[in-house]
């Protein structure tokens, strides 16, 4: 089993994949491990919306200009704006929702998922195109999607630390 540090750094975008399928439990894991992420004061602001059908995956595509990748799954990440910290902290929810997004591309990588990151907020044509799609309330917002599969190509791992850009104490 590899270190946490291994996973980070052997964690890709990938952008081609299997028609393979994503299993329930797969996902499943994915979603136990996005809800672990720390939030601001334990708000837990997220919503997930879980894509498997071709028709909705192809509709999520048309309005991602960034984002039309063939993967039989995806993961939208969403803020639940009821569930907010009070102003002047209630954007906190974009660090949570990331903090869960992240959760799910470190655990896809350790099952031998591929994904990439779609970005979605705070870009306005995005967010209304997305929330059409899966029939969003207003009061959730889709922060980013995340497609998801067995990869049909291999990146190697890599770090990309920079010592230079590391200030101790101050700038």
């Not at 004061?41 to 200009?65: D, G, M, Y």
């Not at 002047?88 to 959760?103: G, I, L, R, Y």
Request: glycine share 8%; with cysteine.
């Amino acid at each position: 089993m590899a270190n946490t540090l291994e996973w980070i750094k052997a964690r890709r975008s990938i952008r081609k994949f299997t028609s393979e399928p994503v299993g329930d439990g797969q996902l499943d894991l994915l979603l136990q491990a996005a809800m672990a992420a720390p939030t601001a004061c334990n708000r837990r602001p997220w919503e997930f919306v879980v894509v498997t059908e071709e028709e909705t995956l192809a509709q999520l595509k048309q309005v991602l200009k960034l984002g039309r990748y063939d993967a039989p799954a995806a993961i939208v990440v969403c803020g639940n704006l009821l569930r907010t910290l009070p102003p002047p902290t209630h954007t906190f929810w974009v660090q949570d929702c990331s903090a869960a997004m992240q959760n799910i591309l470190i655990e896809a990588t350790g099952l031998g998922l591929g994904t990439v990151w779609v970005g979605i907020h705070p870009v306005g044509l995005f967010k209304r195109g997305v929330a059409k799609v899966l029939g969003l309330p207003k009061h959730v917002q889709p922060l980013g999607l995340v497609h998801v599969g067995h990869p049909a190509e291999k990146r190697p791992a890599r770090t990309q630390y920079e010592s230079e850009r590391i200030h101790w104490q101050a700038w």
